[in-house]
């Protein structure tokens, strides 16, 4: 296990995101992985944050609500897991194992429960310390038609009718596997 600086791995983070780069949960026993595309490592209060959105109706919402925490696995090797990206980005968790239905072996958190990737060996551990609900007045209207026109309700992994929590993970550590 490698610790990293999460500042100089920005242009990777950066260039694998919008790809779907996944983001790892632990409740009690139940592990989970959703993929997602959205974003942003920054600073604020003086501390470094991995942020994500989590539309309401997703498993991973549930997840995070109850353990204010997760892990981002961001792909080094993208051709080796793109398979189960694309899986982890259309199923719910909810009644599924979708690390063993990949393939992908978990691995125990250092300072958090959420899982480390074998396979998706960069791990960067959050604790949430602050979320946000987006304020629907603020959101352009362009923007409103097309990430929720309202056409795919809550329980499909396609959902467009739920808004976004902001999760504030604060970067408690980095590594590679
Ligand atoms: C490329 C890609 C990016 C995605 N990005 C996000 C995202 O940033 N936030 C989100 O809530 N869902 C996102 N999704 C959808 C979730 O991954 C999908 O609904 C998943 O099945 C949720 O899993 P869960 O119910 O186990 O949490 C994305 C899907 C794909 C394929």
């Not at 604020?44 to 498993?59: A, C, D, I, L, N």
């Not at 987006?134 to 026109?149: D, F, K, R, T, V």
């Amino acid at each position: 296990m490698q610790k990293i600086e999460v500042k100089e791995y920005l242009p990777q983070i950066m260039n694998e995101l919008p790809k779907g780069i996944l983001l790892s949960t632990k409740n009690g026993n139940k592990y989970n992985t959703m993929t997602i595309g959205w974003g942003q490592v920054g600073i604020e209060w003086g501390k470094m944050f991995f942020t994500v959105y989590v539309r309401h109706g997703r498993f991973t919402h549930k997840q995070i609500e109850a353990s204010k925490e997760f892990t981002v696995n961001v792909p080094t090797d993208r051709k080796s897991v793109a398979k189960a990206i694309a899986y982890c980005g259309s199923r719910s968790g909810e009644n599924l194992d979708k690390f063993s239905d990949c393939g992908l072996t978990v691995v125990d958190g250092i300072s958090v429960n959420s899982p480390a990737i074998k396979e998706i060996p960069l791990t960067i551990e959050c604790k949430v310390i602050y979320q946000q609900e987006q304020c629907l007045e603020n959101i352009p209207p362009e923007i409103l038609a097309s990430c929720y026109p309202q056409d795919i309700p809550s329980d499909n992994p396609r959902a467009n009718r739920d808004f976004h929590t902001v999760y504030y993970g604060e970067i408690v550590h980095a590594y590679i596997l």
